[in-house]
């Protein structure tokens, strides 16, 4: 997306998941969406996260 955020902002592109391991580390409830929307639609191929976000993925 072009716009003067961007102009401001620098972050490394993701690398491809199929030529790389890329690992996400998330924790939290508020992480859940994010975390999920990753894994969904398969910007990652590892997540790290704690135990009670771990649960929280599963039973979702």
Same mark, same amino acid.
């Given at each position: 997306?072009? /716009?003067i955020t961007n102009d401001r902002v @620098? @972050? %490394?592109a993701?690398?491809?998941r199929e030529k790389s391991l890329v690992i996400a580390l998330a924790m939290g409830e508020r992480k859940l969406? /994010? *975390?999920l929307a990753a894994v969904n639609r398969r910007l990652v191929n590892g997540? *790290?996260?704690d135990e009670r976000t %771990?649960? %929280?993925l599963l039973a979702g």
């Amino acid at each position: 997306i072009e /716009g003067i955020t961007n102009d401001r902002v @620098s @972050s %490394a592109a993701l690398p491809s998941r199929e030529k790389s391991l890329v690992i996400a580390l998330a924790m939290g409830e508020r992480k859940l969406p /994010g *975390i999920l929307a990753a894994v969904n639609r398969r910007l990652v191929n590892g997540l *790290i996260t704690d135990e009670r976000t %771990a649960d %929280a993925l599963l039973a979702g």
